[in-house]
């Protein structure tokens, strides 16, 4: 596996990748909008990371979702589903239609994504702690099938807390997963309030360096900073690598910006328009 | 009438002082697996510091690199499993069935479950049979937890062959399977190559007055018990329940419309297993019958090797007997 040196993103790529994200943005404030309510907190933190993964970094063939060789996403922070769900239908997965009816009883886009149900997902998600220890399972397929695929993870910070995402990480570290990438979204915040206040999370980094990972860590919504960081991994042969993405949770909308009460919120009609409003003012800057 | 089927186990074994033949089906499900894998190379083996007692060494010494020991991190197994069949491989996990089962209930749930995954699971040392290690080691109940599973196919052979022939069968069944085993040696039953088929139970004696129905290692318990009852005229029906999920309903109806009385015989508690699958097929079916569940009452067993603890509850032929007498003269 070749590790690609780091190189700047042109600077086209970088302003397609920021409108990308912008749309996964409407897309899933729609999406909520349109079902009363939602984890806006967490998904929109994810709205860059996202937006790279499936606009940059993997390899996909939309036409044919169960590739062999394809790369491997498991959104472990599954509550994230509708940005993952905006993508997926954007790469040409399922149709817009299927979107049209996020949370609707019998359509497939639930809560959290099913992989039996929708086109493209790649591990049934949602409760905490899961994605890691089936992506080192995914690796380690990879590797017994001379596959040069990779298997990328998307966890929440306060999912770390979870003994189960570690017992994963001493297990990737062991088995030399250089295939295996696990992006953290830092936004600090979780279902009830500060992680600080609940449990402290010192050395974060640290922590990943002790297991035997190595670690870049990274504005989580400047696409050209999370692009530079993604294409350049594994980070150094014979080693899982970790991308701390320091993100804000509820990041483009201003009223949801590192408040916790939404996690996972209601909100008004009015107040998705006003939502929307904010989104639209950030594409037009990005003209 | 159904009609019962040949088995190796003979009157002169039981009766006559010769040593009744043991094995270990913790062995069988591990020596079959390494047969199956030379031609399947898909199938893979993990553990959890447990390769070793649980034998799946046996696989893992015959195939290092399809071998995967996590280390003491039973979640972490289940969830790398899982990851492993989503690449096409045929995981078999095999740790001790109450770690496998409750420290990894949720992943085994969600993750292999939920997408109906081709992941095998080994419980070992089911019900009393690692007795000496006491209540954090031993499970009576696993099986309960397993039927509750959506998608989850559930498995307790009898003896040594029949265990071969239940490795056989999960590995070409697609999707989820739980497979007890026991850790000592246990009688003989089985001809090897016994006939094995996935929600079929097996008839191993014909019988009219009482219908034993048992499973895993309580099926020689019963055989015991149907030789006792035969001493005093009485003619019992020994029925092998190898599967608790789908469950083998017209062997139970059969049973329930042919003989005067059904006992269910399992090392597990007699909530949610096999006494309550039998329960609950005949209360559906609207079948009235003399009817006992015989198993670990709901508490946590004594300290004990698995003989005694069989002594202590009963669970062997004399205390199986006992049982089918009370229960053909309650009135």
Known sequence: MSSQADSDVDPQVVRGLALKANDLRRELVTMFGMAGGGHYGGSLSAAEIIAVLYFDVLRLRPQEPDWPARDRFILSKGHAAPALYAALCDRGFFPRQVLNHFEEPGNPLTMHPNMRKVPGVDASTGSMGHGLPIGVGMCLGARLDGLDFRTYVLMGDGETQEGSVWEAVMCAAHYRLDNLVAIVDRNCLSCDGVIADLQRQEGFAARWEAFGWTVREVDGHSVGDLARALRSAPYQPGRPSVLIAHTVKGKGISFMENAPGYHRANISPEQTQRALAEVAAQRKALR | ?331
């Open chain 2, 1 to 331: 009438m159904t009609e019962s089927i040949a088995y190796h186990l003979t009157k002169d074994d039981q009766y006559r002082g010769r040593e009744i033949e043991k094995a270990m089906t913790r062995e069988a499900w591990s020596t079959t697996l390494v047969e199956l894998a030379e031609s399947r190379p898909e199938i893979v083996v993990l553990s959890a510091d447990l390769m070793k007692a649980t034998l799946a060494s046996r696989f893992s010494d015959r195939f290092p690199d399809r071998s995967f020991n996590v280390g003491v991190a039973e979640q972490d197994l289940v969830g790398v499993a899982a990851g492993l069949a989503l690449t096409g491989k045929i995981p078999v996990v095999a740790t001790f069935a109450v770690f496998l089962l409750m420290r990894a209930c949720e992943q085994v749930r969600t993750d292999v479950c939920y997408p109906k995954l081709n992941v095998k699971l080994i419980g070992t040392a089911g019900g009393f049979s690692f007795g000496l290690g006491g209540v954090t080691h031993a499970t009576t109940e696993d099986l309960s937890i397993a039927r509750t599973l959506p998608n989850m196919t559930v498995l307790a052979p009898a003896d040594y062959a029949e265990t071969c022939q239940a490795m056989r069968a999960a590995i070409d069944h697609p999707g989820p399977v739980y497979l007890r085993v026991g850790r000592s040696a246990e009688p003989v039953i089985y001809h090897s190559g016994c006939p094995f088929q996935i929600g079929r139970a097996n008839v191993l004696r014909p019988g009219e007055d009482v219908s034993l129905l048992a499973c895993g290692s309580m099926v020689f318990e019963a055989l015991q018990a149907a030789d006792i009852l035969a001493g005093q005229g009485l003619t019992a029906r020994v029925v092998d329940m190898h599967t608790l999920k789908p469950l083998d309903t017209s062997a139970v109806l059969s049973a329930a419309a042919e003989s005067r009385a059904i006992l269910t015989i399992e090392e597990h508690t007699v909530i949610g297993g096999l006494g309550s699958a039998v329960a609950e097929t005949l209360a559906e079916a609207g079948v009235s019958v003399r009817f006992k569940r015989l198993g670990m009452a709901d508490a946590f067993a004594t300290e004990g090797n698995a003989d005694y603890l069989r002594q202590v509850y009963g669970l062997h032929g004399e205390g199986i007997a006992r049982e089918a007498l009370a229960l053909l003269e309650a009135t």
